[in-house]
């Protein structure tokens, strides 16, 4: 792969990055100005490399659906200072296209399907219950710590068959991978003790198998007759655990931070309980948690937006902005819990849309439900402007929030 060279007679821009200071969960302001006036435009990424910025709803799904765009080593790097290019292990799903991508996908989607996730329902309400319980032993929380990471961090945890007592030393190690200021060397270390541990485990289910998702795995692509490697298990096991649990809590986080600004919303919702699925659906729209968009590669000459695109040039799908694009969702920067539009582009779009968003939503339904319930004085312990954000990782969150009730 190359990287795209500025386009004679093309201003370059940087990438979007800056959050307004009047409001934290709203995206760069310029992503407005793009949609209006420049909707394919030529930014220069952290990473180096000049891409297509694609910033209106529905050219972001044309990008995300078209077999053309390549997503080969790509994710959010475009963010990280150190991307070198280097093609993806073997197992890492999200970056693999084609036949490599449909076969793994295929033998992981029996893992997430609504109904084995509704089956879940149940034991998501307990573990939730359980860290309400925890909380209330006391008069304040950390609703980071405390509530809203252990909840599917326990989940995911327990739907790979990894051991919950290790979760402090994967979420360390998730934490510096879904960063970008680790320095290369950092992050290395972080992936390979992860891939490591994984690893170890995949080795132990292939001798004794249990009930859980890994052994599951095994067994359905043996039968396919096209085993996976240890290498394809542990990445895919890394993936699964670090993915399944910090997009997660940040949407819960952050979404109480919405409804703490919002006390009128956070009260309707709160007395009309049956309504958490379409006002999830809002928040999950409104916060778009994966900032800086998805990464695209051109395998051939095409057009996007009216704008020609070659073989050898990258585009950046800008999820947040779609999801603010105002002749899809009237009023975007406002959250209305009550709206019944389109479906968002929080969970990615086309084949590599999220396998586990079903889960996602079972999850914030279940905690922010709770909470509501349960919690009825739950309030932030000192000003949001003071609140610990993730302003420069894959996924936009809150390092902590200190509350009480």
């Not at 790509?74 to 890492?92: E, K």
Request: proline fraction near 7%.
């Amino acid at each position: 792969m190359t990287n795209t060279h500025p386009v004679p007679g093309t201003e370059t821009r940087d990438f979007p990055v800056t959050r307004p200071d009047s409001c934290p969960f709203d995206p760069d302001a310029a992503y407005a100005r793009l949609r209006a006036d420049e909707p394919v435009s030529l930014v220069r990424c952290p990473a180096g490399m000049d891409a297509w910025l694609v910033s209106r709803y529905q050219d972001i799904r044309s990008v995300l659906s078209d077999p053309r765009l390549s997503s080969r080593a790509a994710g959010s790097n475009h963010m990280l200072p150190s991307y070198d290019g280097r093609d993806p292990l073997p197992g890492f799903m999200i970056q693999l296209d084609g036949e490599e991508h449909t076969r793994l996908r295929r033998l992981m989607m029996r893992e997430f399907t609504v109904r084995r996730v509704e089956a879940l329902r149940p034991h998501i309400q307990k573990i939730t219950d359980e860290r309400v319980d925890a909380m209330l032993a006391g008069t304040s929380a950390d609703l980071v710590r405390d509530f809203a990471l252990p909840i599917p961090s326990r989940v995911i945890c327990e739907m790979l068959g990894v051991p919950y007592a290790d979760h402090l030393a994967f979420q360390r190690d998730s934490e510096v991978l879904m960063g970008f200021e680790a320095d290369e060397a950092t992050r290395d270390a972080a992936a390979r003790r992860l891939e490591d541990y994984l690893g170890e485990l995949v080795e132990r289910r292939l001798v004794e198998p249990r009930d859980d998702m890994l052994s599951r795995l095994i067994s359905r692509a043996d039968e396919t007759g096209r085993p996976l490697t240890v290498q394809e298990l542990a990445t895919l096991g890394v993936l699964t655990l670090a993915a399944g649990h910090e997009s997660t809590a940040s949407m819960i986080a952050l979404s109480v931070a919405v409804l703490f600004r919002n006390p009128e919303r956070m009260a309707a919702l709160r007395a009309a309980p049956a309504s958490i699925e379409t006002a999830v659906e809002e928040l999950l729209r409104y916060l778009s948690v994966i900032q800086f968009g998805l990464l695209r590669y051109a395998t051939e000459d095409l057009t996007v937006g009216g704008t020609e695109v070659k073989a050898g040039e990258w585009l950046v799908a800008a999820l947040p902005s779609g999801n603010r694009d105002e002749s899809v969702f009237p009023g975007p920067d406002t959250v209305d819990l009550e709206r019944r539009a389109p479906t968002h582009l929080a969970f990615g779009f086309g084949p590599h849309q999220c396998i586990g968003q079903q889960l996602a939503r079972v999850e914030m339904q279940v905690a922010l439900a709770t909470l509501l319930r349960r919690l009825p004085g739950l309030r932030p312990a000192r000003p949001l402007v003071q609140a610990d954000f993730k302003l420069n990782d894959i996924v936009h969150g809150l390092r902590s929030m200190p509350v009480v009730w």
